[in-house]
């Protein structure tokens, strides 16, 4: 979520004036030796993000359109404003986060703990289906409220959490192996998210639509019967899916509280810089750029096209994840750049990591949310009508359009604005050798 907030301003407050930025800085190591044990227990912790946020990337909107049948404008309001409040509350929750004073049981544990109570009523509450009889503003606020207060407190957590890899004590190494750790549980969460509740709720919306298609040999009543059943065991499959889902997220948190101790002591070490920017650094982030390109597109506009291919059509989409994942860290390699182009410009400014990371946060979400709410908003527009069985040319030529064109179009305008990126390959080396002058002086001055 917000990657190096608190983190970076204890940081730069524990060491002096004109420090580098902590993922440059070489300072001491502190006492070495944290257990596997430990690494595990902070690992598991990063479950209930990513768990929850995929399973609501892949059926929240589902769920308002098809199983609420909420009408488009509702549903991509709904997700628009939740998407637009998490970005709000990534800053102020960062700020809150840094300014907490230290408590009995750490600084960052109590805000996981806190909140874990109220994010798991939140996330099975959202997947509640208020009755056919309330009335569509009531379910509106009712989503509304839910969805956003369940991002605030997946907020309370993931800030904390991403900041408590710098206070679990051990060396350098150790903590670079829990970071390994916490990736590689929250790459495997990714998958348990969507796959636990797409084997609950699958089957079910497989029968619904299977009844759409009875509905046309069968009485009218009958039908009508059979229809409103599927539904209603659909509204409850969604309400299985949250309990179990609910149920790992909280078993994770309390792992993560009762497994790890968080280190009181300020730390001074620095992040070492991730495999993927390593990447991005030795091949260059143009051939990245260009490879990823190359990829995505034909991948784009052939699944709009495929029918009746299942294999074919998840072997492209997994091709065009794969180039997506690639374009996805662009933004995050130009990032430390920039944040160290600005401090060698300005060295009197400091401490302003947070702000630039809070920023880029905040408009990433900010577009995500924007993105989903006009797809959604463009379905009205096309006539879509929840609860129907068959759908008019105009709907799926939109879901068509919303597939490969419009995506590949923002990606080109993307392309060309990062090519037109001020910070160039020399301009880079020049910035390396001016940290690294930097860095003597630290250390001379240090030494004296």
Known sequence: MLPGNPEDAELHRSTQEGALPQRRAVCREEKPGLPLCRKVCYAVGG????????ALGFFLQIF?????QLEPVHASLIIFLGRAWDAVTDPAIGFLVSKSPR?????????IACSMPFGVLCYCMMWYTLSDATPTSLKFLWYLFMYSFFQTC?????VPYSSL????????????????????????S??????????????????????????????????TYSLADSLENTRRAYVFASLVLGSIYC?????????????PGKVTASLSIPFWQWFLGRFGKKTAASLGLVLIIPALVAVTQLRHNFPAFVFLVMLAGCSMAVLYLLPW???PDTVDDFMLRNPGCLNLEALFYSFYVFFNKFAGGLAVGISTLSLHFAGYRAGDCTYNPSVILTLKLLMAPVPISLLLVAIIIFCLHPINEERRKQMRMEMEAMGQQVQRGSRE
């Open 190 to 223: 990714t998958l348990l998210g969507s796959g636990i509740q797409g084997q609950i709720v699958g089957g079910y919306h497989a029968r619904l639509l299977n009844g759409c298609y009875v509905s046309n040999q069968s009485l009218p009543n009958a039908s």
């Open 154 to 158: 997946m907020t309370c957590h993931h």
């Open 165 to 188: 890899t710098m206070f679990l004590g051990g060396t350098q190494s150790d903590r670079d192996s829990a970071t390994a750790y916490r990736m590689g549980l929250e790459v495997l």
């Open 47 to 54: 479950i209930p993000y990513q768990m929850t946020g995929n």
């Open 251 to 263: 078993l994770s948190c309390l792992i993560l509280i009762f497994g790890v101790r968080e280190q």
């Open 103 to 111: 408590r009995k049981y750490g600084k960052l544990v109590p805000w």
């Open 333 to 335: 390699s130009m990032l």
């Open 64 to 68: 308002l359109l098809d199983v609420v």
